[in-house]
């Protein structure tokens, strides 16, 4: 996985995404495109793991440079995004997904 490597993730906001740069706890830069990723962005901005969206109908330098500088250098953000990567445990995370899948699946056959 390449997004513990950066200091930083520009992207999309797409959900897959947007939990893998937050399971590697760096900063993220969303700028959305459609749908849900709207969303995404919005509440990792609330979440203080990256600073607001930039629409991608709006994108210009001008909004892309202050991101990444508030990105790359506010610590308030650094510190939040290492704070949500601590408190993540993949592996035990990755187990509970399953056992609610196979509840879930197990209790819709049997009904």
């Keep these: 996985m390449l997004f513990p490597y950066t200091d930083a993730v520009i992207h999309h906001g797409g959900a897959g995404t947007t939990a893998t740069a937050t399971i590697s706890g760096v ?23 990256g600073p607001k969206p930039i629409w991608r109908s709006k994108l210009t330098t001008e909004k892309l440079v202050p991101a990444l500088k508030e990105a790359l250098f506010n610590p308030k953000i650094k510190q939040a995004a290492n704070k949500v990567k601590e408190s993540i445990d993949p592996d035990t995370s990755l187990q509970l997904t399953v056992k609610t899948l196979e509840q879930s699946i197990f209790v819709k056959v049997r009904t």
């Design 27 to 49: 900063p993220q830069i969303i700028i959305p495109h459609i749908l849900d990723q709207y969303c995404h962005g919005q509440q990792i901005y609330l979440s203080k793991l």
